[in-house]
């Protein structure tokens, strides 16, 4: 039996090492020569910080982080507020009717992302869907064009986010012991006082959980922004893929990937750090 | 063990014989060229020869050439027409690399490059020498070359295959025909113009006829740099989309969200043909910047002589006829003829060309291009 035990923690190790030293490769390799060429004088090769000044002394270049940072944001917010009642329905769910409300969230993540952002292309213009629902609504007096605006982009990362949250928060939603809601319930507490005060604090950490992985992947999206911005809405995966592929700027590029990775890892952090502080206090 | 070394052997025998085919294409690299190459308007000239003498004549039989396109109608006339006459001539094999040219890529790659020939647009072919990615071209080993025009082989690093023009398409039914590049300044089009992004192709071409239009001068001189942003400030205004694909334009000119775009003659033209007869090309007082498309070959490649096979077959009378007639783009071989309806809808001929607008690129340096990008995203991308 000890022997068996042995052997599996045995095997259990290398399951971490090859992934790790996968990842070791493909990500921390590029990342140390990302952040070489930062701060490397692409004509000297001397250290040099310019690249980063130039980043921070231009108001453009910080409007376009705050620009990335606010629409991912954005995109959070409306995933959790679509995503949590979708998640909360699901994971009451039993048999084959779960089955089939897990199937249609995860189904737009079988269709390409490209393809996804074609069909908004085509709902978000002027002559678009979106415009005509909205006069109908009487939201918008005349047809407007939203492709090539800041909503565009939002509706488009919302799209992609929204399947990720939801799926992640089914599992915390589940993890509610059902006898903890009956027992607020039985206390006379309504629905709304015991979503607020029991089950919103409860699956917290799957809020937060599923909003960093939205605002991770929706701060780095490339192709939403390309084919919805219509050109205009500049963000900072387009700017470094501009300075790559056009200008040939590597070390710009380079710096503008750094201080994008290092503003979103500290919004991560600083989350993360808030939510367990918050926890611990409850 | 036995069962490696068959292998082995085996392996080496392909080995040799790829190297035999390899060691033949270099000798023989120009008759193909030679006997296939045929005017297709006059069917009286073509020479048809055996059919055993063909395929003892493939001298890059088993071999690959890479070559990237953009995709869309220019992809499809290579695809339908160059590839398949290209590889019974040669007897290679001929992949498409979708995409514009992947010039980073090919510097990051060194050596090793991923792809062998490239269709690049002024800008890239500048960049490609600029960045040492592309090679001096060998016209001395291309029979099509002496059928050039002397336009379009001015450059050692990239040999036009055809050009186009980059104008007005606007919306018949809905405006007057513009006159002027600055028509696009006209406030009754407040959100409904449709400019081309400086990385799409088209910024530049914008620019610069900013500058003639306002201030009878180009680009090339920088003092003129200041008024012509002003003047794309007063412009983005009237901006509806900053363009990056042409169909994007396409679609929104033909549901009318936009009225007047800058456009590609043979995009316009592919509009009317498919019976959007209320799309047309405007005929404009300060002339046209002319579009040339340019091949380049991988400074690197590994097959270099069907590299320059392909770039020979690309400037040849077939694949520039293809493209003159699929896609409107006017050839750079003066002995391609195309057929008189087809004409007007590009710039065909040398005195046609020689009225087209070129901006000299090579002009600016790299850190005034970086400027001039900056520039622009400040005035489209606020």
Not at chain 2, 290 to 317: D, F, H
Request: charged content about 20%; overall charge negative; proline content about 4%.
């Amino acid at each position: 039996m000890k022997q068996k035990e042995k052997k599996w923690t045995y095997v259990n190790k290398w399951y971490i090492i090859l992934p790790l030293a996968f990842l070791m490769v493909i990500y921390l390799i590029p990342l140390g020569r990302m952040l070489w060429l930062s701060i490397c004088d692409k004509e000297t090769g001397e250290y040099t910080a310019e690249y980063f000044m130039a980043f921070f002394k231009d108001g453009y270049y910080i409007g376009v982080l705050s620009r990335t940072l606010i629409l991912s944001l954005w995109s959070v917010v409306f995933c959790i507020i679509m995503g949590y009642p979708v998640a909360y329905k699901v994971a009451h769910m039993k048999g084959w009717k779960r089955s089939i409300a897990t199937t249609f969230l995860v189904l737009p993540l079988w269709v390409s992302i490209t393809i996804r952002m074609f069909g908004w292309m085509a709902i978000l213009p002027k002559s678009g869907v979106f415009s005509i629902i909205l006069q109908a609504l009487h939201i918008i007096s005349e047809p407007q064009n939203f492709l090539g605006s800041n909503v565009g982009v939002i509706m488009g990362l919302i799209h992609c986010g929204l399947p990720y949250f939801a799926m992640i928060m089914i599992s915390p939603i589940e993890n509610v012991d059902p006898y903890v809601e009956e027992a607020s319930y039985v206390f006379g507490a309504g629905f709304v006082k015991t979503f607020f005060k029991v089950t919103l604090p409860l699956t917290s950490p799957g809020i937060v959980s599923g909003a960093l992985l939205v605002f991770a992947l929706n701060t780095a999206a490339f192709m939403v922004p390309v084919m919805l911005g219509g050109g205009k809405v500049m963000v900072m995966t387009n700017m470094i893929y501009q300075q790559t592929m056009f200008i040939f700027d590597w070390n710009f590029a380079a710096a503008l990937s750094v201080v994008l990775l290092f503003v979103s890892m500290f919004i991560v952090t600083l989350s993360s750090f808030l939510s367990n502080k918050m926890r611990i206090q409850e | 063990m036995k069962r490696e070394m068959a292998m082995l052997a085996l392996s080496a025998a392909v080995a040799l014989g790829c190297i035999g085919c390899g060691g033949n294409s270099g000798k023989d690299e120009q008759k193909p060229a030679e006997t296939e190459t045929k005017e297709p308007t006059e069917s009286s000239e073509k020479t048809d020869g055996n059919a055993d003498d063909t395929t003892s004549e493939k001298p890059f039989a088993g071999q690959t050439v890479r070559v990237t396109s953009w995709g869309g109608t220019y992809e499809e006339t290579l695809r339908n027409i160059v590839k398949p006459a290209f590889e019974e001539r040669t007897g290679a094999t001929m992949e498409i690399v979708l995409g514009s040219a992947p010039l980073a890529q090919l510097k990051a790659e060194g050596d090793d490059p991923s792809v062998d020939v490239l269709h690049v647009n002024y800008y890239e072919m500048m960049n490609g020498k600029l960045l040492g990615v592309t090679k001096e071209l060998d016209y001395d080993a291309m029979s099509n070359a002496p059928d050039l025009y002397d336009e379009a082989k001015e450059n050692e690093y990239g040999v036009i295959t055809n050009w186009g023009t980059r104008g007005f398409a606007y919306r018949n039914d809905l405006i007057d025909a513009p006159t002027s590049w600055k028509d696009l300044w006209n406030p009754e089009y407040a959100g409904k113009v449709i400019v081309s992004d400086v990385t799409f192709g088209g910024g530049y071409e914008l620019a610069e006829m900013a500058a003639h239009a306002f201030f009878d001068t180009s680009l090339t001189d920088k003092s003129c740099w200041d008024g012509v942003f002003e003047k794309l400030e007063e412009l983005a205004p009237n901006v509806y989309m900053v363009s990056t694909q042409h169909s994007d334009t396409d679609t929104a000119l033909i549901n009318g969200d936009a009225v007047i775009a800058i456009h590609t003659n043979g995009r316009t033209a592919m509009l009317s043909n498919d019976g959007h007869d209320e799309i047309s090309y405007a005929d404009l007082e300060e002339g046209l910047p002319g579009m040339p498309t340019y091949v380049a070959v991988a400074k690197n490649t590994k097959v270099p002589e069907l590299a320059n096979e392909l770039v020979n077959e690309l400037i040849g009378v077939e694949a520039e006829y293809a493209y003159a007639t699929n896609n409107f783009y006017a050839p750079s071989n003066r002995k391609c003829e195309v057929p008189e309806e087809l004409q007007p809808f590009m710039p065909y001929g040398e005195e046609a060309i020689q009225k087209l607008i070129f901006f000299d690129q090579e002009m600016i340096t790299e850190e005034d291009r970086a400027e001039f990008v900056d520039r622009w995203n400040k005035v489209f991308k606020n």
